[in-house]
């Protein structure tokens, strides 16, 4: 049976493409697909990340992606730190001692957002008891045309009230699962992590921030303290996001 490495290079090659086309279409880090190919599971990202790249690969070539991600499925279990093989006895073993050892810090952490939101309800009902709130009339979203993809990889669709954000524009990133991101600022420098599940991250700059986006739907967004709506759902690439849209 064939790797997923070896059926993706075959379908390439099929097709006359090159690996510097298939990145420049997907927006994937060139040594990604090289690792994909090669079957270098520990050089790749998240798995999560990984499937999006097989499904980003089979949409350039016109290809289900269908078979590709059932060979991924079949790969041998590999450590995601390490990268040796799995041992059952071991393994099993290491992963009862790491939930003994996590089990502590989870529940502290548990009790203290009880405690947090608790303090937050109390505190809003106070609040709420010192003024009369008048009622709003229901806002009307304003109807928006669907544009044509530029790329294989769909981009996300932004709310036309963002463009209405003033300079200096400051992100800020809340990931609820581990995801992979890259944020170029007006500078012209760029940062690029996986941010764990539970992490925050902020940038500013004084013009609109271009991102590509690992796990979509691992991520909210909010800009200038506007909340953000998901761009997109686990495992999906978005590539090439601009925030604020750039008005013309």
Known sequence: ????????????????????????????????????????????????????FIRAYCQVLGESPEHALALWAERPARSAESGETRVPGRTQARAADTRSRGRGPVLVSFALLVV?????????????SGRSVQPEPPAVAPAVEPRPAATPVPPASTPPEIRS??????????????????????????SEETVPPGE??????????????????????????????HFGKSGEVIARLVLPPDIQ
């Not at 947090?116 to 709420?128: D, I, S």
């Open 1 to 52: 049976m064939s790797s997923v490495g070896s059926y993706l290079r075959e379908l390439r090659e099929r097709h006359g493409v090159s690996v510097e086309e298939i990145a420049r279409s997907t927006r994937v880090l060139h040594q990604y697909l090289d690792a994909l190919e090669a079957d270098d599971f520990a050089a790749l990202p998240a798995p999560a990340f990984a499937k999006g």
């Open 116 to 128: 947090l939101g608790l303090a937050l309800f109390v505190t809003t009902l106070a609040l709420q």
């Open 165 to 190: 954000v003033a300079p200096p524009y400051r992100l800020m990133a809340r990931t609820t699962e581990a995801t992979w991101l890259r944020v170029r600022t007006g500078d012209g420098r760029s």
């Open 200 to 229: 925050v991250r902020e940038w500013v700059s004084d013009r609109p921030f271009v991102l590509t986006i690992g796990n979509a739907g691992g991520v909210t967004f909010e800009l200038n303290g506007r909340a953000l709506p």
